[in-house]
């Protein structure tokens, strides 16, 4: 197993969700006047087979169900991470949008056009962090997002204080913010290596636990308890790995042990923190049976990495913020230096 080829803070090597072939992210950032929220969309290849699973005590999701493997649909058009707390979710609508246009969805009639998007989204809380309360993702926010993702621009993620981590605080005294990561898995028996990739908008009530290069203490003191206490850590795990739909939804439950490696406490009754997971099939599994479960179990593996380097890479790169009120809050990194 290696880490991906960007070279992060610290020297850390962190790489990118896009390093998976075929996924592409799209942001939208809105910041000023009362502003301070944003929408990021992932758009994974089409047939991409998707998972989920929500920990956190306080989600706010939409179409989670359709995820469960027991469901008809086995496969995922876009995934819409938001702030907005539950307001934000409507994005998910202009991302649905973008993908009807295109013909992306489950076929429903007799025509090409004739398709359901299915659009799984999750959102984090930063109402208000801007100044103005009902200043929130709409639904053309994800709409924009979605073409972002597909335009050339969608190879490059932004990180900190972008998309949906535009408003994201780290255990309430600190910038949050989005990061990304991946990890290159070689498989047994030989064969083409795997591509794993994660993205996290951490808005979080626990704080960094480890740091962006293995080893590398971050501290561990308390989070504060001096702003409401609303957060979550929204993740995406893309894998070019052939998963079916059970393999992937474990991959996603296997992701939140990276969220628990990155920050303490994590799957807080306050926040919401939901995993995604998405595999393209580009790459098919060993047929053998003890070699398809180690292949699997490394791929899985791989998950919880990614989404640990993504976590730190958030924190890492975000920038102190100002808020609505004036104050400023310092980012992670400047603030333990």
């Known amino acids: 197993m290696s880490a991906g080829a960007d070279e992060g803070s610290g020297g850390a090597r962190r790489g990118s969700i896009t390093d998976v072939a075929g996924v592409r ?41 359709a995820l469960d493997p027991r469901t008809l649909v086995p496969t995922a058009d876009a995934v819409v991470l938001t ?3 539950a307001y934000g979710l409507v994005a998910a609508h202009g991302a649905a949008r973008w993908c009807e246009e295109q013909g ?4 429903v009639g007799p025509l090409p056009s004739q398709v359901v998007p299915v659009v799984p989204a999750a959102t984090l809380f930063d109402l208000g962090r801007g100044g103005d309360f009902a200043a929130r993702p709409t639904e053309e926010d994800g709409y924009r997002a979605a073409v972002a993702a597909a335009s050339p621009a969608g190879l490059q993620v932004e990180r900190g204080g972008a998309g949906a981590g535009t408003g994201a605080l780290v255990g309430g005294r600190y910038a949050g913010g989005v990061g990304t990561a991946s ?15 994660a993205l996290a908008a951490v808005n979080a009530r ?33 894998t070019d790995a052939a ?39 580009a790459v098919p599994l060993p047929g053998e049976r003890a070699d398809r479960v180690a292949a699997l179990v490394a791929v899985q593996d791989a998950a919880a990495t990614a ?31």
């Open 25 to 65: 992210v799209g942001q939208v950032t809105r910041r000023g006047d009362g502003w301070l929220t944003g929408v990021t969309v992932v758009l994974p290849p089409r047939g991409t087979v998707a998972g989920v699973d929500v920990r956190g005590g306080g989600p706010g999701t939409h179409e989670t169900d």
């Open 83 to 85: 702030g907005g707390s």
């Open 104 to 107: 992306r969805g489950f076929p």
């Open 183 to 197: 990890v290159t898995v070689d498989l047994p028996g030989g064969g083409p290596a795997v591509v794993v990739g």
């Open 206 to 238: 626990g704080l960094p636990t480890g740091g962006a290069a293995p080893g590398a203490a971050m501290g561990a003191d308390r989070p504060s308890s001096v702003r409401p206490p609303l957060n979550t850590t929204l993740v995406v795990v893309a």
């Open 243 to 281: 998963l079916d739909p059970a393999e992937t939804s474990r991959t996603a439950t296997v992701g939140h042990d990276g969220l628990a490696r990155a920050l303490d406490p994590v799957h807080t009754l306050v926040d919401g923190d939901t995993v995604f997971a998405l595999a393209s099939g």
């Open 307 to 337: 989404v640990r380097a993504a976590v730190l890479d958030a924190v890492l790169s975000a920038r102190p913020v100002v808020l609505g009120d004036g104050t400023t809050v310092p980012a992670w990194s400047g603030a333990r230096a």
